[in-house]
């Protein structure tokens, strides 16, 4: 099916936490990359955050220090935790797995319908 199911989101005052799922088939969760990508009205889709098999991970400079990403292979779930969340933080965030690890959307093939996450001040 390739379907990504993302839940979690919701708003938050800033400085709060959320943490966003990401359930998909064991088909898809064999993937070599896994990443969560957010955009927000106005600005072009960017890379937030990427795991590979072996657990590598890569982040997007702005929320370096703050969100960590993370997999659970026998629920072949991805996470996002985003700690002290901040208004420009405010997107739809998606997930992804693809042929490769990337803050890149090139290399992802498969992509869930989003979650909206607010921060207000």
């Known amino acids: 099916q390739g379907q990504l199911v993302e839940s979690g989101g919701g708003s938050v005052q800033a400085g709060g936490s959320l943490r966003l799922s990401c359930k998909m088939s064991k088909y898809t969760y064999s993937s070599l990359g896994m990443g969560w990508f957010r955009q927000a009205p106005g600005k072009e889709r960017e890379g937030v955050a990427s795991i590979a098999r072996d657990g590598s991970t890569m982040y997007g400079d702005s929320v370096k220090g703050r969100f960590t990403v993370s997999r659970d292979n026998a629920k072949s779930t991805l996470y996002l935790q985003m700690n002290n969340l901040q208004p420009e933080d405010t997107a739809m965030y998606y997930c992804?797995?693809?042929?490769?690890?990337?803050?890149?959307?090139?290399?992802?093939?498969?992509w869930g319908q989003g979650t909206q996450v607010t921060v207000s001040s």
């Open positions: 992804a797995a693809g042929d490769k690890a990337s803050l890149q959307m090139f290399w992802y093939n498969y």
